[in-house]
């Protein structure tokens, strides 16, 4: 992780989440983390389904506990994969990040070996909005 500081508690909290992706049809983990305006954060993995179509990412699992708990503010979400390449948010999750985050919040890419910041705006620049 080259560039990106990372709290104790979000690590501990990205590896327990990636200890929970429920992964079988790909064979990838994703674990997100979502801090709040309030300081709380909300871990979760990828979750899949023999339904493909129905599989959820880790980063709208994670974004939506937090809405789910009544937490709308989000200011930075960490995407983590446990690879040696970075990976990137998808687009579906880019839009729902929109949707809950300003496009000032932070999106921190990890991955064992790399790290990158990016902002929901870089993401998703000229985002379909309210
Ligand atoms: N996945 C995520 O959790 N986040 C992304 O941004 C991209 C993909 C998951 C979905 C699926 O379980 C697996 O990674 C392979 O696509």
């Known amino acids: 992780m ?3 500081r990372l709290s104790p508690e979000v690590a501990a909290r990205l ?14 983990a994703v ?10 954060v909300f ?5 899949e389904n023999a339904s493909f179509g129905l599989t959820v990412c880790a980063e709208r699992n994670a974004i939506f506990q937090a809405v789910a708990a009544g937490e709308r503010d989000i200011l ?4 983590l994969t446990p690879t040696r390449e970075l990976h990137t948010p998808c687009g579906a999750c880019r839009q ?4 809950f985050m300003p496009p000032e919040a932070e999106v ?3 991955s ?12 998703l620049p000229a985002a379909f909005s309210r």
């Open 2 to 4: 080259t560039d990106v």
């Open 15 to 28: 590896e327990e989440a990636l200890g929970r992706s429920y992964s079988p049809y790909s064979g990838f």
């Open 31 to 40: 674990a997100a983390a979502v801090v709040t305006g309030s300081g709380r």
């Open 43 to 47: 871990a979760a993995p990828n979750i």
């Open 76 to 79: 930075r979400l960490y995407l």
């Open 96 to 99: 729902v990040m929109a949707e």
């Open 108 to 110: 921190l890419c990890l």
């Open 112 to 123: 064992r070996e790399a790290s990158q910041r990016f902002t929901v705006g870089m993401l």
